[in-house]
């Protein structure tokens, strides 16, 4: 969800220091509830960010990776988002 916001591409090591970074830009996050609103807006961002990452989307071992993009891209080509 921090790619929804900014570009990440160092290791952060843990959640700890992902939740420090994703605090720092939406201030009102709290896990447990999570307000669409807050990301919505950064899903092409976070995408293209996440693609560039890891062009495979399969490298899931490596600090930061997410192979989430390869889902949007298939929902965006089955017209199931606008």
Not at 26 to 49: C, I, M, T
Not at 60 to 80: A, F, K, Q, T
Request: aromatic share 4%; with cysteine.
């Amino acid at each position: 969800m921090l790619r929804h916001h900014q570009d990440c591409t160092a290791p952060l090591g843990n959640a700890k220091a992902v939740l420090r970074q994703l605090t720092r830009r939406v201030p009102r996050y709290q896990k447990n509830g999570l307000r669409s609103a807050d990301f919505e807006a950064g899903v092409r961002d976070a995408v293209q960010r996440a693609e560039r990452l890891d062009p495979t989307g399969i490298d899931h071992g490596r600090d930061p990776s997410s192979g989430v993009w390869r889902l949007v891209r298939r929902m965006e080509e089955g017209g199931r988002l606008p």
